[in-house]
């Protein structure tokens, strides 16, 4: 995937000065920010973001312990994998959701700190490179009553970094939830499943047919949401659906 390097903009240039006026500190670390072009985290904290590399299961890329897997057969599926295919055709995450990088998802999707989009974003840029040929970004959906009360979907602000950086379009309504779930954090994978199940249905099939889509949201945690959005856009005739995320839990339990 090219991406298109961006000019300085002025809503940076704002940023700067504010700075000086009204300094904020690292979210991290305490320090004044001045000078800095991330509102919320120095450049040494941010440069602690825990970047995923090494060898992970081709599927739904969870890191495998060591090369051993995948030097005879590059093919090779992790054990989850191999016992249930997900339906997603690869899923790429940029770092790991700890420290700094889980801080800045929180800031970015709780407490309104959308200006952290285009960092998050940046990050999920090196993944959507992993990812090869594509023909569009699909944002995993916000239930309509959620997103009255955060005012914004978060996967489709990142799908807007990535999409003004690739030049690919973004199809912002190709799937809607059709039912509220319930948070996924702290539910075993069994009940997180049943919890998502039919909660997707495609509203823009003519944009999805034939089309290889890159799937975007923030964190991946055991891939039962991305998998039930994955069911819906093959369903309606997509040739592939990666998932890209900006961070992956270490454990898949959120
Ligand atoms: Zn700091
Ligand atoms: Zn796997």
Not at 10 to 20: I, P, V, Y
Not at 64 to 72: G, K, Q, V, W
Request: include cysteine; glycine fraction near 8%.
């Amino acid at each position: 995937m090219r991406v298109i390097k961006e000019g300085p903009d002025a809503g940076n240039r704002w940023h700067h000065l504010l700075g000086w006026v009204l300094p904020t500190k690292c979210e991290t670390c305490g320090r004044f920010l001045r000078n800095e072009s991330n509102p919320s985290f120095c450049r040494s904290c941010w440069e602690t973001v825990s970047l995923i590399d090494g060898p992970c299961c081709p599927c739904c890329g969870k890191p495998f312990a060591s090369e051993a897997a995948l030097s005879h057969s590059p093919g090779h599926l992790c054990g989850d994998c191999r016992e249930d295919r997900p339906i997603f055709d690869r899923a790429i995450s940029a770092g790991w959701y700890e420290g700094v990088l889980a801080q800045a998802i929180h800031l970015f999707k709780y407490r309104g700190k959308s200006v952290l989009a285009r960092f998050l974003g940046a990050l999920l840029l090196g993944a959507a490179e992993e990812a090869g040929d594509a023909d569009c970004l699909v944002p995993v959906p916000l239930h309509v009553s959620r997103l009255r009360e955060r005012e914004f979907n978060q996967a489709l602000l990142l799908c807007d970094v990535v999409g003004s950086a690739s030049g690919l379009p973004v199809i912002p309504d190709a799937i809607h939830r059709t039912r509220e779930t319930v948070p996924q954090i702290g539910l075993s994978k069994p009940i997180r499943r049943r919890n998502v199940r039919r909660a997707f249905a495609c509203r823009d099939p003519e944009h999805i047919l034939g089309r290889r889509i890159l799937l975007i949201d923030d964190v991946f945690t055991t891939g039962s949401t991305v998998n039930d959005c994955a069911r819906v856009l093959k369903r309606a005739g997509a040739e592939s659906v990666i998932v890209l995320t900006v961070a992956r839990t270490p454990d898949g339990a959120g």
